[in-house]
């Protein structure tokens, strides 16, 4: 008996664990598919060439049910120490593989990113709460950007200068950094890591990935992807390294000196930490931070843009993106009608699971985050500011909220210079043209604004030393949706950062002037004698 009863007992935490297991949605048929990313219910968080991870075990969360998806198994100190130097390791490997042949593996990550983008894109929506089209379209970021990428990988180079000095050729040669380490946010959990990662990669660098713990599964099914893609090839997996984790893990990678570059992803307070701890050590950082973006709407302005794009800018991504419209300034002539026909526009926004093809707004992705909602409404109320849309969480399972539109405040009240990453639009009167410039730069951040007008000469003024200070300047279109072609990126508390398109590639590689000397004769710059 009482053996039974022993054996009773060691069965329990077995049954248990089963149970918790069943509760997963990964272990539910409807969620079959994401088996076809490789997950299950138990997921490696570490990848430097093989799969592993000794660290703590982190369950991430549907944010539409709060319901848990799957758990990730995340990485030691010990599991990113040697992540690191399998990584600088393959760094040997890759930094001696043609830029044109870096490119085509390039190309062949793009290709696989294709050939799942529905699926990729579905955990994308289930895991981070975006909808539908916009995890697809986040997929699809990383794609262009590997096409881009792909054309990159022939064109990077320096110029042949002209050499004050016969018989000398004076040239700029562009060599890899090295390791680059990569640390993104909830909101983006494909495409920064694309942005970041391919254009790194045809520069001649290995990268080490660490994403956000609340969105971890999609780092893994992301590196399950590409991992295939380099072993096909038969190159070190460890070119591009994971390691899912938490602040210990962001902290090390900061003040790692093995680490050639850090690309930050994040909120301005925790960008301010990393810089300060990259530049202790006389390091490289490239920061995508925080924004407090703005769309001036003149007199002159075709309402039939306005609108939608207002309504886009605001409440697309739930108010989650960092180029998310967060401050709406209107000509005091129309105020009144724009307000009223935004109002109409929110209240037709449908509503419901982000994976639901008809869905166009879904829920915030965390609890934490519908806190920070209520409480800058209140705020916004305290003051001065009027709620004429929205402000209250919505009686459903996740973390919903209404999309919200506050009039009222005056252009510097203190919930409008803060950043809430929330779909709350702060909705202010302006006279003149000099004066919304102004109030548009009044803010600490630096990343997206927009116009709409027709007036050719306020654009040009709008677009030059006097107009927006931001590194996205727009017009008679919304602060969202960015293309990869141009770089993406921002000034002031933004951080200064740059990636995707145009030179960014250059914030991933080291430049040296380089003279030669191929006469025999020795002559000095600037006309020097030295004998």
């Known amino acids: 008996m009482l053996g039974l009863r022993r054996t009773v007992a060691a069965l329990r935490p077995a049954v248990a664990s089963a149970a918790a297991m069943s509760t997963l949605l990964v272990s539910q048929p409807r969620y079959a598919w994401l088996r076809e990313l490789g997950l299950q219910e138990e997921n490696s968080g570490v990848y430097n060439g093989l799969w592993g991870g000794g660290g703590q075990v982190v369950t991430t969360y549907c944010p539409a049910t709060n319901e848990p998806i799957a758990s990730v198994r995340q990485a030691s100190l010990e599991d990113y120490e040697e992540t690191v130097k399998k990584a600088k390791e393959a760094w040997k490997v890759w930094a001696d593989i043609p830029a044109p042949k870096r490119g085509e593996i390039v190309r062949q990550i793009g290709d696989a990113l294709r050939q799942k983008i529905k699926v ?37 180079g320096g110029p042949i200068l002209p050499s004050e000095r016969p018989g000398h050729a004076l040239i700029e040669q562009w060599n890899p950094v090295g390791l680059v380490g990569i640390i993104t946010a909830f909101n ?20 080490l990935w660490k994403g956000a713990p609340t969105t971890s599964l999609t780092s893994v099914a992301v590196t399950k992807i590409i991992a295939k893609v380099l072993e096909d090839n038969k190159v070190p997996g460890a070119i591009c390294s994971l390691v899912c984790g938490g602040a210990d893990i962001g902290t090390a990678m900061a003040r790692d000196e093995r680490m050639d570059l850090l690309s930050f992803t994040g909120s301005t307070k925790v960008g301010k930490q990393v810089a300060l701890m990259v530049q202790e050590r006389f390091g490289r950082s490239l920061l995508e931070l925080g924004g407090n973006n703005a769309i001036i709407v003149f007199e002159d302005a075709d309402l039939n843009l306005v609108i939608p794009s207002a309504l886009f800018a605001a409440v697309g991504t739930a108010g989650q993106r960092c180029t998310t419209a967060r401050r709406l300034f209107l000509h005091e002539s129309i105020h009144d009608e724009v307000v009223a026909k935004l109002a109409q526009a929110y209240a037709q926004v449908r509503i419901g699971d982000p994976w639901d093809p008809d869905t166009l707004y879904g829920p915030l992705h965390t609890k934490e985050a519908v806190k920070m909602f209520l409480d800058a ?10 709620v004429v849309y929205g402000g209250k969480v919505i ?12 009039t009222g405040l005056p252009h510097n009240a203190p919930i409008v210079h803060t950043e809430t990453f929330a779909p709350i639009l702060y909705v202010l009167k302006f006279k003149e043209e000099e004066e919304v410039f102004a109030w548009n730069n009044e803010v600490n951040q630096g990343l997206s604004s927009s116009i709409f007008t027709k007036d050719l000469g306020r654009i040009f003024r709008w677009l030059g030393p006097k107009g927006s200070d931001c590194g996205i300047v727009n017009v008679n279109i919304p602060t969202s949706g960015a293309e990869i072609g141009g770089a993406f990126g921002g000034e002031k508390h933004t951080g200064g950062g740059r990636e995707s398109g145009s030179d960014s590639w250059k914030l991933y590689m080291r430049r040296s002037t380089c003279t030669i000397n191929y006469s025999k004769d020795l002559p000095l710059a600037q006309g020097i004698k030295f004998q």
């Not at 494909?190 to 990268?207: L, Q």
């Not at 009686?395 to 539109?405: A, Q, S």
């Open 120 to 156: 990729l894109g579905s955990l994308v929506s289930l895991e981070m709460g975006k909808i539908f089209v916009e995890g697809v379209g986040e997929v699809q970021e990383y794609v262009d950007v590997c096409d881009y990428a792909v054309g990159l990988s022939r064109m990077i």
């Open 188 to 207: 983006f959990p494909v495409a920064v890591y694309g942005w970041n990662s391919a254009i790194a990669m045809i520069c001649g660098n290995a990268c």
């Open 377 to 386: 409404v209140e705020q916004a109320k305290q003051q001065g500011g009027s």
């Open 395 to 406: 009686n459903r399972p996740g973390n919903y909220v209404e999309p919200t539109i506050v």
